[in-house]
Each structure stands twice: as C-alpha cells, then as structure tokens.
Nanobody
Framework: VLLQAFGGGLVQAGDSLRLSCAAF????????MGWFRQAPGKEREFVAA????????FYADSVKGRFTISRDNAKNTVDLQMNSLKPEDTAVYYC???????????????????WGQGTQVTVSS
C-alpha cells in the first residue's frame, strides 16, 4: 500500500488548510485511516483518525473543534480539514492506514501498518 499526502503549505494563524491523502495498491476499505504530525524536536503525535466505515472519528484534544477528518472509500482518500490554525500546529503531517481492533487503537501510531511521506504545514503568527 502506498500513501501519498499533499496539501500542506505556509499559512497565517487563523487560516484554513485541507490535507488529502490517497492510498494506492492493495488498499482495503476495512482499514482505519489516521493523521499524525511531528514538529521539530518533538515526537510524532496523533492528530485524528476515522474508522474504516467512516462512522466514527477521533481527535486529539489540541485539534478538537478545529480539525475534521473525512474519507471517501470509493476513491481511497482521507482528508483533514484544518481550520483556525495556530503556530503550534506547525509540523510535518503524515497519513497512515491500518486495521484496528478497538477504538483505542486508532490513537496509537504503532497500530498503523502503512505511512505516507508527510507534508509540511507551517503556520506563522
């Protein structure tokens, strides 16, 4: 499975940005999809995830109410709509996919089997 993320860029605080991730290869609509991010000098952290059916989504507290994750299984894509961006949202954003056995698994990076290359999001103050 190959994941390609795009849509990053340089924006100002308060702006919006939409990230997209496309999956190619032996994809499965039964896989959850998620977004993680890593800022310079920090560990990779969970941002948002969505179940394989799209029936449930999960968010980090830091982005809840500002970010929205969605997926289109027919197109094998997952999007992350980011509103009211803050400088602390600056990071490389990675999409990932994998099979989850429980809701809690969606928050954990090592539960994801496939990762995209990352796209840079920079928010200036």
């Amino acid at each position: 499975v190959l994941l390609q993320a795009f849509g990053g860029g340089l924006v100002q605080a308060g702006d919006s940005l939409r990230l997209s991730c496309a999956a190619f290869g032996r994809t499965s609509s039964r896989f959850a999809m998620g977004w993680f991010r890593q800022a310079p000098g920090k560990e990779r952290e969970f941002v948002a995830a969505i179940t394989w059916s799209g029936g449930a989504s999960f968010y980090a507290d830091s982005v809840k109410g500002r970010f929205t994750i969605s997926r289109d299984n027919a197109k094998n894509t997952v999007d992350l709509q980011m509103n009211s961006l803050k400088p602390e949202d600056t990071a490389v954003y990675y999409c990932a996919t994998g099979r989850m056995a429980s809701p809690a698994h969606h928050y954990t990076a090592n539960r994801y089997d496939y990762w995209g290359q990352g796209t840079q999001v920079t928010v200036s103050s």
